[in-house]
């Protein structure tokens, strides 16, 4: 079943039948695969627990995390790989790496940010937003290219139309990014926040 973001769906334990979770579908990651209605808890629709249907409407529920915790497979995202079998795993709060970069971009009034990753040292870091005041993003990305944060937008691939994800390139020419990532690639996410500070403080 292809099941996209904004589409409704039903979740239901394959031997009880019993409703786990319904509601708008606001976020799909690849890496570890999943679904989620609230950008935390992400259900994965390749476990066998499940089945899981789209419907025409349908109203926000999620059985209790502790339930969960007692009748299914429960991860971190970051304590998956591709052996592990799950039925869910839950987002980690913020990474301290990315943390402070996530919290100006919010207090912008421009972007909302729902996913973040600081790479681990094995990939690129990267913040997911949407955009919420085009006109106002704009001007950023102006503001960051004039103050020496070479950066650019890219629409996600498969994503709903609103979706986005912000690369910058810090300090190093002639080295681009692989997919869509906020990539620090010389300098540190001190600079960038220097820079997003100045511009927070400009708009004021």
């Given amino acids: 079943m292809n099941i996209n973001t904004k589409d409704k769906i039903i979740v239901r334990d394959k031997n009880t039948n019993k409703v786990i979770l319904s509601g708008v579908v606001?976020?799909?990651?690849n890496n570890p695969?999943?679904?989620?209605?609230?950008?935390?808890?992400?259900?994965?629709?390749?476990?066998?627990?499940?089945?899981i249907e789209k419907i025409d409407s349908a109203d926000n529920f999620m059985e209790d995390l502790e339930t969960i915790k007692q009748h299914y497979i429960l991860f971190t995202h970051n304590d998956i790989d591709n052996t592990f079998e799950y039925d869910f795993f839950m987002w980690n709060d913020i990474e301290p790496e990315v943390k402070q970069t996530v919290n100006l971009l919010n207090s912008l009034g421009?972007?909302?940010?729902?996913?973040?990753?600081?790479?681990?040292?094995?990939?690129?870091?990267?913040?997911?937003?949407?955009i919420i005041n085009f006109e106002s993003f704009l001007d950023l990305i102006c503001f960051l290219n004039k103050n020496g944060i070479?950066?650019?937008?890219?629409?996600?691939?498969?994503?709903e139309e609103d979706t986005y994800k912000l690369r910058f390139l810090i300090g190093v020419e002639g080295r681009g990014t692989c997919h869509l990532e906020l990539v620090d690639?010389?300098?540190t996410f001190d600079e960038l926040n220097k820079?997003?500070?100045?511009?927070k403080y400009k708009v004021s």
């Fill in 26 to 29: 606001k976020n799909i990651t």
């Fill in 33 to 51: 695969f999943g679904y989620s209605i609230d950008n935390i808890l992400f259900i994965n629709p390749n476990s066998e627990k499940f089945i």
């Fill in 110 to 130: 421009c972007v909302e940010t729902y996913s973040s990753c600081s790479g681990h040292g094995k990939i690129p870091s990267y913040i997911d937003f949407h």
């Fill in 150 to 159: 070479k950066s650019y937008c890219n629409k996600h691939k498969e994503a």
């Fill in 185 to 187: 690639v010389g300098q």
């Fill in 195 to 199: 820079v997003l500070r100045k511009y």
